[in-house]
């Protein structure tokens, strides 16, 4: 087994922020579960496979190439591991190419998300989008980075399958005006209308809302309505998003 050298082991580190992962076009991913669902769904992008548990080692030894894997011993995979106690595998990726949204909308189903910060969040939100099968994820550039350790973790693995991109407030309005919907507690009922058969409803902050740029331009909002609250003042964003989806897809 040929020791990790000092460089090997600071680039693995940069890794975990996002400038470098900008710089490099790779990031990482923690754990067995989700490195084998990368190898099996998505080899093209796997680069490096760091292994510190012998069970995990013949495992990936059956679904992976042999000079993917690298075996290295436990106080190694603590100095690269993002985690206070590390899973045992680490899997070096490149970024997956750049997706771009659709000229026609006709028939997809998009979520915009608008400066959503809590990576668990976000992760739910993409697993939550995976899981009902919409077209798109499109996030404000101040979101958090989908290839935040967090996120990943969170979406499990969905955030490697979902289609995401990048998009400003100010480019998302030139392009679109009637196929946009704002998700506000102050819209119409989604249970009084029927559900649009495609366009972009609009997440927001998790303590803000929805950004004033993006309230004084879109006509339509729609919300959740809460008349059986015993006191809540709103959803979670990610809860808010399961519900919005299910009630988007539910009558096809």
Known sequence: MEPLSKAKIKFIQSLQHKKF?????????????I?????GERADIVEEVYVSNPDYLSILRNVTKPELLREITPAEMHHISQMT????????????PEVFLPEILEGKKIF????????G?????????????LDLVICSPDCVDIYNHKVLQSSMGSALRIPTCEMSKD??????????YICDTG???????????????VLGNESLGVS???????????????DRSLGAESLNVASAAAIIASWWRGRE
């Not at 106690?85 to 899997?91: A, E, M, N």
Request: net charge positive; hydrophobic share 40%; with cysteine.
């Open 21 to 33: 992962r900008l710089k490099y076009d790779k990031f990482i991913v923690e754990g067995l579960k």
């Open 212 to 226: 004033d740029e993006l309230m004084h331009k879109v006509k339509t909002k729609i919300a959740i309505p809460g």
């Open 187 to 201: 819209g119409t009922s989604i249970y009084s209308m029927v559900p649009p058969t495609s366009g972009i409803i």
């Open 85 to 96: 106690t590390p899973p045992g595998v680490l899997t070096i990726c490149r970024t997956l």
């Open 121 to 133: 969040n976000l992760g739910t939100i993409l697993r939550i989008a995976d899981w009902f099968g």
């Open 171 to 180: 480019e998302l309005l030139m392009r679109l005006d009637d196929q946009l």
């Open 112 to 119: 915009y998300l608008d400066s959503i910060r809590d990576p």
């Open 35 to 39: 490195s084998k669902e990368l190898i």
